[in-house]
């Protein structure tokens, strides 16, 4: 008889694990790059030597774009994100730029653009690719993803955003 239960005991150990298993790969969207995601979490120095995680802003709605100094379309777009980071902070937006620093033609060139063009958004640096690993870069710069409160991409934009493709976005989590 002991072992009859201790049989059964198993058996519902076995299932409430497999059942918890199977209930956390449904309920939670699997990490990755594509819209409906988990955004993967990052954590890269800026230009003082402090680090940023995107888990830094949990809670908040994150714009995270994605850019370099060469590039016309990423230089166009810079002061209207700045502008959604100064507008919008306060109302929990956050914008992060993160340089794609491996595609730069030199480590300064970066830097020197930023004396050149400054900003008061964060400007974080992807100096040894490992952003890029997660956050691969799919047809050239720009690229910006929209990340909600829950850490869920819910856009993602290949190309040059203007201010109303910005508020666009922003408006419907503010």
């Given at each position: 008889?002991?072992?009859?239960?201790?049989?059964?005991?198993?058996?519902?150990?076995?299932?409430?694990?497999?059942?918890?298993?199977?209930?956390?790969?449904?309920?939670?969207?699997?990490?990755?790059?594509?819209?409906?995601?988990?955004?993967?979490?990052?954590?890269?120095?800026?230009?003082?030597?402090?680090?940023?995680?995107?888990?830094?802003?949990?809670?908040?709605?994150?714009?995270?774009?994605?850019?370099?100094?060469?590039?016309?379309?990423?230089?166009?777009?810079?002061?209207?994100?700045?502008?959604?980071?100064?507008?919008?902070?306060?109302?929990?937006?956050?914008?992060?730029?993160?340089?794609?620093?491996?595609?730069?033609?030199?480590?300064?060139?970066?830097?020197?653009?930023?004396?050149?063009?400054?900003?008061?958004?964060?400007?974080?640096?992807?100096?040894?690719?490992?952003?890029?690993?997660?956050?691969?870069?799919?047809?050239?710069?720009?690229?910006?993803?929209?990340?909600?409160?829950?850490?869920?991409?819910?856009?993602?934009?290949?190309?040059e955003l203007t201010e109303e493709m910005l508020?666009?976005?922003?408006?419907?989590?503010?």
């Amino acid at each position: 008889m002991v072992k009859k239960w201790l049989s059964i005991g198993v058996v519902l150990v076995a299932l409430a694990v497999v059942g918890g298993i199977v209930y956390q790969n449904v309920s939670s969207p699997p990490v990755g790059v594509n819209q409906g995601e988990q955004a993967p979490d990052f954590d890269l120095p800026q230009q003082n030597g402090e680090n940023i995680s995107l888990s830094d802003f949990d809670e908040n709605f994150v714009i995270v774009n994605l850019w370099a100094s060469w590039c016309e379309p990423c230089i166009r777009e810079f002061p209207v994100l700045d502008d959604a980071h100064q507008n919008y902070e306060d109302e929990g937006v956050h914008v992060i730029a993160v340089n794609m620093a491996t595609t730069e033609r030199s480590p300064d060139e970066a830097l020197a653009f930023l004396e050149e063009n400054p900003v008061s958004m964060p400007i974080v640096f992807d100096e040894d690719g490992e952003f890029a690993d997660d956050y691969p870069l799919r047809d050239g710069l720009p690229q910006t993803y929209f990340i909600n409160e829950e850490g869920i991409i819910v856009d993602v934009h290949r190309g040059e955003l203007t201010e109303e493709m910005l508020d666009e976005r922003i408006q419907p989590f503010l």
